[in-house]
Structures are given as structure tokens and as C-alpha cells.
């Protein structure tokens, strides 16, 4: 069974940063993508980057474009996302992604992880 951890999130002031992680874990899968997606109160979940298991290609919404980065740790089976330039409009819930064999959707998904970023 294919497990997802997030940690990193808090409470941060307006223009500070934050660094979330998350471990994947599991036996007999084949990893395809990881990303992030983020839900704030009231709202739709969206997505905010992803990137390929092998650590290249990474996406960005545009939203979070030039202050995000994700990467990948290969010898740690974990992603990274580096959260610089916070705003306020950041503050959600984050959750971990996966996506598997050749399938198009993110089926895995960890517990998310509260961000919020105060003004």
C-alpha cells in the first residue's frame, strides 16, 4: 500500500517561507508523478506544482510561479516544495500527491499539511 507524509507547514508572516516535505512509502508500485495541491476555506482544491518521479519537468501554477520550487530526493523517495514570498492568499491546507503506472490522475494523496500565512 502506497503511503503519503506530509510535514512543514505553520504559520508564517506575509513575505516569509516555509519548506514542506513529504516521504513516500510503500512496496510494488510504480511511481509516474508527485505534486502538490492546496485547498483554503471555502474553496475548490487546486493545484500548485508538480513534478516527475525522476525529478524533472516541473509545472507550476501561475499563481505561485517564481516563489515556489519544487524538487525531488531520489535516495530519500521524498518531494519538496520551498514556499518563498508567502502571501497571505497561500494560507490552505496542502496536500501530497501521487500518480502511478500510466494513469493520468493523482490517485494517492497524503493527509495535507496546514500552511497559513498571516498579513
Known amino acids: 500500500q502506497v503511503q503519503l507524509a506530509e510535514s512543514g507547514g505553520g504559520l508564517v508572516q506575509a513575505g516569509g517561507s516555509l519548506r514542506l516535505s513529504c516521504v513516500v512509502s510503500g512496496r510494488d508500485f510504480s511511481p509516474n508523478r508527485l505534486g502538490w495541491f492546496r485547498q483554503a476555506l471555502g474553496k475548490e482544491r487546486e493545484f500548485v506544482a508538480s513534478?516527475?518521479?525522476?525529478?524533472?519537468?516541473?509545472i507550476y501554477a501561475d499563481a505561485v510561479k517564481g516563489r515556489f520550487t519544487i524538487s525531488r530526493d531520489n535516495a530519500k523517495d521524498t518531494v519538496t516544495l520551498q514556499m518563498n514570498t508567502l502571501k497571505p492568499e497561500d494560507t490552505a491546507i496542502y496536500y501530497c500527491?501521487?500518480?502511478?503506472?500510466?494513469?493520468?490522475?493523482?490517485?494517492?494523496w497524503g493527509q495535507g499539511t496546514q500552511v497559513t500565512v498571516s498579513s
Open positions: 500527491v501521487l500518480r502511478i503506472g500510466t494513469s493520468y490522475e493523482y490517485g494517492y
Open positions: 513534478i516527475w518521479w525522476s525529478g524533472d519537468t516541473p
